[in-house]
């Protein structure tokens, strides 16, 4: 794996297709053309990799993905896994824990060429996730499928809570399933709106993913810059990544969405008034997904 210099948003979809599921169009993300127009923007903006999220059962297109980063020169890192319920594709029931883990292996290890005719590996297990308050037997199994694949491959794995929920039990469980606390990232952390629920996801040592810039219906920034302000004081600002989770066509800006770039027209200045340094911020948006995606 390598990472280009620059910022690297570590919780996005290039392309993503929950629509079926839904039963909403606007969950298929696949305007091509506004989405490199919106990527060109982000590089104006310093941003040189992202990390895409989208696995199985999510609509992950690699050859979708690949035109992305061809024409705009942003290095997109692909993931592997299995999402949350209703979601998964229908083997996910019927196969085993270890054949589970056996396709994170090899689209880990020897890549996705067979399942998608791209030569690429993915680079991380994730998003995989749980819904609100629960885990379902099937996420059980998933979680387990995950661990053992990421101690195998030494693999980063990156979850998903629903708004915040359960992150504690998740971390809980992938650590004592043998995952290192520095190779989990418990995503979608700000939607908790909890310090306390942060700060104890916090004290485990995985690191949070504050992706859901700019979701103000959910949570509103700022929350999130308050957050980080007391995590900042707390000095655990290192475990700490930000993104946006842009899902929905309708969150592109030709739709009249905040788009892809919001995270440094709005949020980011946000923070620099509420005085935070350049500092603080290369270490959220450099330093951190660096360190923690390409630490042997
Ligand atoms: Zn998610």
């Known amino acids: 794996m390598r990472l280009t210099d620059g910022y690297t948003l570590m919780h996005e979809h290039v392309t993503i297709d929950l629509s079926g599921v839904k039963g909403d169009e606007d969950c298929r993300l696949d305007c091509l053309d506004e989405t490199i127009e919106e990527f060109r923007r982000l590089y104006a903006f310093g941003v040189r990799n992202i990390l895409d999220v989208t696995n199985l059962g999510m609509g992950r297109n690699v050859e979708y993905v690949r035109k992305v980063s061809e024409k705009t020169g942003i290095h997109i890192l692909t993931a592997t896994g299995f999402y949350k319920e209703p979601f998964f594709p229908d083997y996910v ?32 297990i994730g998003e995989f996730g749980t819904g609100k308050n629960r885990m379902t037997p099937t996420e059980k199994k998933v979680f387990d499928a995950a661990a053992i694949a990421a101690k195998k491959t030494g693999a980063r794995v990156t979850t998903h809570t629903t708004l915040g929920t359960f992150g504690e039990e998740q971390a809980d469980y992938l650590i004592s399933h043998g995952v290192k606390p520095e190779n989990i990232i418990i995503g979608h952390m700000d939607l908790s709106q909890n310090m306390d629920i942060i700060f104890s996801v916090l004290k485990k040592g995985v690191n949070i993913g504050f992706d859901t810039i700019g979701k103000t219906n959910y949570c509103p920034d700022a929350f999130r810059a308050e957050a980080l302000r007391q995590i900042a004081k707390k000095e655990m600002l290192s475990q700490v990544v930000l993104s946006m989770d842009i899902t929905r066509k309708s969150h592109l800006s030709y739709r009249g969405g905040i788009g892809y770039s919001y995270l440094f027209e709005k949020f980011i200045p946000l923070l ?16 951190n997904p660096r360190r923690i995606l390409l630490t042997p």
């Not at 883990?101 to 680079?123: F, R």
């Not at 340094?277 to 948006?285: K, W």
């Open 272 to 287: 620099l008034k509420e005085g935070f340094t350049q500092a603080q911020i290369d270490m959220l948006l450099k330093e």
């Open 93 to 124: 029931y019927t196969k085993s824990v270890q054949e589970l883990a056996q396709i994170m292996e090899m689209e880990l290890n020897a890549g996705l060429k067979e399942a998608t005719g791209c030569d690429i590996h993915a680079a991380v």
